[in-house]
């Protein structure tokens, strides 16, 4: 017979019962040689079973149909249904005396054959048991694995012939087994994780993405929020000299909104916080930039209460917000999805936000609302004081996010925006590529689109750039120069 090359090749191994006598493989090599089909792995063991041989087959439908005929001809395979194939899986197991005894639990309950198992240490307080499972019904396999990854990771090495029947599971498996790897998540968190990426995955798709971009970059947001910690925490620092002797440092890390600091005397009045998994490396910044700033008066003013910009709230007694800011977190400390959440296009994704920061819902006694929850969008809604400074406080649309505001010290002409106005062409490179993912994931990061326009625009027109600093949630600073100004 000549193969048909167009037909796509697949592995199925073949579970004989060949005769002990000389030549009895040499002939099963020699049908499966004539028939253009190639085998690519033997197993035998005389000592376990003196019939029983494994032969892994690589061919397409046609000659598996063939191979098959033929063998079962020559008494080689006297019921189909012994015909199986094998899925090699590595088990990562506590090196204790009898660890994998639940895994081989949970294998004979399946009623799966294990046609070869190895094992070794690696110096660590675990051990890679590789097991080779003789499979008759590939159905019976998701479940198998779901039930095997809650007693320990499970890696599926090789499960060529079972695709459509596996690709999902060993992806899921494999995805999640090597984020909660990546950031140490408990197996609750990596439930979380599989769930949050699966309800994402199935939102694009009716978009029409693909699922593996879907997960692609769902990967690229945990991996740069871990690549850019310790040393590699390397945030772009901008100092300005304003006017009345107070000084402005802006401080833009490569993920996370920006830390703005106004610092007026002693007082220290900061504009949101960014990402909490970067607490440590912000405190070495801001020992480094100000000096002594744990011991002197300070507050913070949050322009919204997304997860990027309010992860270092718990450094401060009193935490400036928009009522409905205060409202959104006192839904979380309560337990319940906050304002964000309960938008299920965003809800995933904030969730993923917080378990690969390590977000953590302020303290309810330091909440200070400073703005009239009936005050119209973009009208002055109050006022702030700090340290000899005031701030005019505009109450935005909730276009970006339900409980925004914009802050504005009209003495130093400087207008604290939050994410109304970012500076996107102000991105340092690894503020563009992060900056990416959530617009993709979220499906867009505004609450509401036309809102959020409409804001930008009235804020513009309010306060022009040419006579007005912004300082936004992300970027560089942006419009009006006064001052002199330093960088690193």
Same mark, same amino acid.
């Given at each position: 017979?000549?193969?048909?090359?167009?037909?796509?090749?697949?592995?199925?191994?073949?579970?004989?019962?060949?005769?002990?006598?000389?030549?009895?493989?040499?002939?099963?090599?020699?049908?499966?040689?004539?028939?253009?089909?190639?085998?690519?792995?033997?197993?035998?063991?005389?000592?376990?079973?003196?019939?029983?041989?494994?032969?892994?087959?690589?061919?397409?439908?046609?000659?598996?149909?063939?191979?098959?005929?033929?063998?079962?001809?020559?008494?080689?395979?006297?019921?189909?249904?012994?015909?199986?194939?094998?899925?090699?899986?590595?088990?990562?197991?506590?090196?204790?005396?009898?660890?994998?005894?639940?895994?081989?639990?949970?294998?004979?309950?399946?009623?799966?054959?294990?046609?070869?198992?190895?094992?070794?240490?690696?110096?660590?307080?675990?051990?890679?048991?590789?097991?080779?499972?003789?499979?008759?019904?590939?159905?019976?396999?998701?479940?198998?694995?779901?039930?095997?990854?809650?007693?320990?990771?499970?890696?599926?090495?090789?499960?060529?012939?079972?695709?459509?029947?596996?690709?999902?599971?060993?992806?899921?498996?494999?995805?999640?087994?090597?984020?909660?790897?990546?950031?140490?998540?408990?197996?609750?968190?990596?439930?979380?994780?599989?769930?949050?990426?699966?309800?994402?995955?199935?939102?694009?798709?009716?978009?029409?993405?693909?699922?593996?971009?879907?997960?692609?970059?769902?990967?690229?947001?945990?991996?740069?929020?871990?690549?850019?910690?310790?040393?590699?925490?390397?945030?772009?620092?901008?100092?300005?000299?304003?006017?009345?002797?107070?000084?402005?440092?802006?401080?833009?890390?490569?993920?996370?909104?920006?830390?703005?600091? !106004? $610092?007026?005397?002693?007082? +220290?009045? /900061?504009?949101?916080?960014?990402? *909490?998994? =970067? #607490?440590?490396?912000?405190?070495?910044?801001?020992?480094?930039?100000?000096?002594?700033?744990?011991?002197?008066?300070?507050?913070?003013?949050?322009?919204?209460?997304?997860?990027?910009?309010?992860?270092?709230?718990?450094?401060?007694?009193?935490?400036?917000?928009?009522?409905?800011?205060?409202?959104?977190?006192?839904?979380?400390?309560?337990?319940?999805?906050?304002?964000?959440?309960?938008?299920?296009?965003?809800?995933?994704?904030?969730?993923?936000?917080?378990?690969?920061?390590?977000?953590?819902?302020?303290?309810?006694?330091?909440?200070?609302?400073?703005?009239?929850?009936?005050?119209?969008? !973009? $009208?002055?809604?109050?006022? +702030?004081? /700090?340290?000899?400074?005031?701030? *005019?406080? =505009? #109450?935005?649309?909730?276009?970006?996010?339900?409980?925004?505001?914009?802050?504005?010290?009209?003495?130093?002409?400087?207008?604290?925006?939050?994410?109304?106005?970012?500076?996107?062409?102000?991105?340092?490179?690894?503020?563009?590529?992060?900056?990416?993912?959530?617009?993709?994931?979220?499906?867009?990061?505004?609450?509401?689109?036309?809102?959020?326009?409409?804001?930008?625009?009235?804020?513009?027109?309010?306060?022009?750039?040419?006579?007005?600093?912004?300082?936004?949630?992300?970027?560089?600073?942006?419009?009006?120069?006064?001052?002199?100004?330093?960088?690193?």
């Amino acid at each position: 017979m000549i193969p048909d090359r167009g037909e796509k090749a697949v592995k199925k191994t073949y579970v004989t019962r060949m005769p002990d006598q000389s030549g009895a493989f040499l002939e099963a090599s020699r049908i499966a040689a004539s028939l253009g089909a190639n085998i690519t792995r033997v197993s035998y063991n005389k000592a376990v079973d003196v019939h029983t041989l494994f032969l892994e087959v690589s061919g397409n439908a046609q000659q598996h149909l063939a191979l098959g005929a033929a063998l079962e001809k020559i008494g080689y395979l006297p019921q189909k249904e012994e015909r199986s194939r094998v899925l090699l899986v590595c088990f990562r197991l506590r090196d204790v005396p009898g660890a994998v005894t639940p895994i081989l639990e949970l294998i004979r309950s399946y009623r799966f054959n294990i046609s070869y198992i190895s094992s070794h240490e690696d110096d660590s307080l675990y051990q890679d048991f590789k097991m080779g499972l003789l499979v008759e019904d590939p159905e019976n396999v998701r479940e198998f694995l779901r039930s095997a990854s809650e007693l320990c990771e499970v890696r599926v090495v090789d499960y060529d012939g079972f695709s459509k029947v596996l690709d999902n599971t060993v992806f899921y498996l494999n995805f999640s087994n090597r984020l909660s790897e990546l950031l140490q998540l408990n197996s609750e968190q990596k439930q979380a994780l599989t769930l949050d990426s699966n309800r994402i995955m199935q939102m694009l798709e009716d978009r029409g993405e693909t699922p593996y971009k879907t997960f692609e970059t769902i990967g690229r947001f945990a991996a740069m929020l871990c690549r850019y910690k310790g040393a590699e925490f390397r945030p772009r620092v901008t100092q300005r000299e304003m006017e009345g002797g107070a000084k402005l440092t802006v401080i833009e890390p490569p993920c996370g909104s920006n830390t703005t600091v !106004l $610092e007026s005397g002693e007082a +220290l009045l /900061f504009v949101d916080s960014g990402f *909490a998994c =970067y #607490r440590e490396e912000m405190l070495c910044v801001l020992d480094r930039l100000l000096p002594n700033w744990k011991t002197r008066p300070r507050a913070l003013l949050l322009t919204h209460p997304d997860i990027d910009h309010c992860g270092l709230v718990s450094l401060f007694d009193r935490v400036y917000l928009a009522e409905e800011a205060r409202e959104n977190f006192l839904l979380e400390i309560g337990g319940k999805p906050n304002f964000r959440e309960q938008k299920p296009e965003h809800a995933p994704y904030c969730r993923l936000s917080k378990l690969f920061s390590g977000y953590r819902p302020p303290r309810e006694k330091a909440l200070i609302p400073v703005d009239a929850p009936d005050a119209m969008p !973009l $009208e002055r809604a109050g006022r +702030l004081e /700090f340290g000899g400074m005031e701030l *005019a406080i =505009y #109450r935005g649309n909730g276009g970006h996010s339900r409980g925004e505001l914009v802050a504005v010290c009209e003495k130093m002409r400087l207008v604290f925006s939050g994410d109304i106005a970012v500076n996107v062409h102000g991105f340092t490179p690894e503020q563009a590529a992060f900056n990416q993912l959530a617009p993709y994931l979220m499906t867009g990061v505004d609450t509401l689109p036309s809102r959020a326009r409409e804001e930008r625009e009235a804020l513009f027109a309010r306060f022009p750039k040419e006579k007005y600093l912004y300082c936004p949630g992300h970027g560089a600073l942006l419009g009006g120069i006064q001052g002199s100004e330093k960088g690193d």
